[in-house]
């Protein structure tokens, strides 16, 4: 069964940093792209980062460059999220996704069921 | 960055009506465009890959048209269980896709 299950969402003050994990599961994670996609409460989705299936091509949205780092361990199955300088409006459910391409992103067909980051004081 | 207005926001309709949802890209983009549904509480799942080929296993009165910079997913005989809001993404400008902002369908 294709599964991915993201991890490591939490309360955190603003400023502060935090690091999201998606385990990847019944497929070869090595062969494909992946993505971080987020959904701020009661709002649309957001692409916020992806990256290739050898890390060679990142790209980020405005909203989160300079401040988010996407990585991928592929020896672990497992896509990464470092969030730092974090903002109230980075509070959002954030989705792990797979591409389905390797290297050049066409779209997510697998999808997580997401894990919750709230940005508060 | 390509932006990607999508029509209507909302709109209520009934069981067995025919629904049009548009998305229109602020430039070109071939026909690099998926089409998702997302219900409450749940992940988003692909309907349409490339503007118009069904993903698999995804109920033939769904479907998409379009290309360049004007698409369109249209819902034959909407069924109870099509009550939900839909996406499109745009992934032509690789490495930086777009969702449109999306279209809650309701029931009237």
């Known amino acids: 069964e294709l599964q991915l299950v993201e991890s490591g969402g939490g309360l955190v003050q603003p400023g502060r940093s935090l690091r999201l994990s998606c385990a990847a599961s019944g497929f070869r994670f090595d062969d494909y792209a992946m993505h971080w996609v987020r959904q701020a409460p009661g709002k649309g989705l957001e692409w916020v980062s992806g990256?290739?299936?050898?890390?060679?091509?990142?790209g980020y949205a405005d909203s989160v460059k300079g401040r988010f780092t996407i990585s991928r361990d592929n020896a672990k199955n497992s896509l990464y999220l470092q969030m730092n300088s974090l903002r109230a409006e980075d509070t959002a459910l954030y989705y792990c996704?797979?591409?389905?391409?390797?290297?050049?992103?066409?779209?997510?067909?697998?999808w997580g069921q997401g894990t919750t980051v709230t940005v508060s004081s | 960055d390509i932006q990607m207005t999508q029509s209507p926001s909302s709109l209520s309709a009934s069981v067995g009506d025919r629904v049009t949802i548009t998305c229109r890209a602020s430039q070109g983009i071939r026909n690099d465009l998926g089409w998702y549904q997302q219900k409450p509480g749940k992940a988003p799942k692909r309907l349409i890959y490339?503007?118009?080929s069904l993903q698999s296993g995804v109920p033939s009165r769904f479907s998409g048209s379009g290309s360049g910079t004007e698409f369109t997913l249209t819902i034959n005989s909407l069924q109870p269980e099509d009550f939900a809001t839909y996406y499109c993404?745009?992934?032509?400008?690789?490495?930086?896709?777009?969702f449109g902002g999306g279209t809650k369908v309701e029931i009237k």
């Open positions: 490339a503007a118009s």
């Open positions: 996704a797979r591409d389905t391409s390797s290297n050049i992103f066409g779209g997510m067909d697998v």
């Open positions: 993404l745009q992934y032509n400008s690789h490495p930086h896709l777009t």
């Open positions: 990256i290739s299936w050898k890390s060679g091509i990142i």
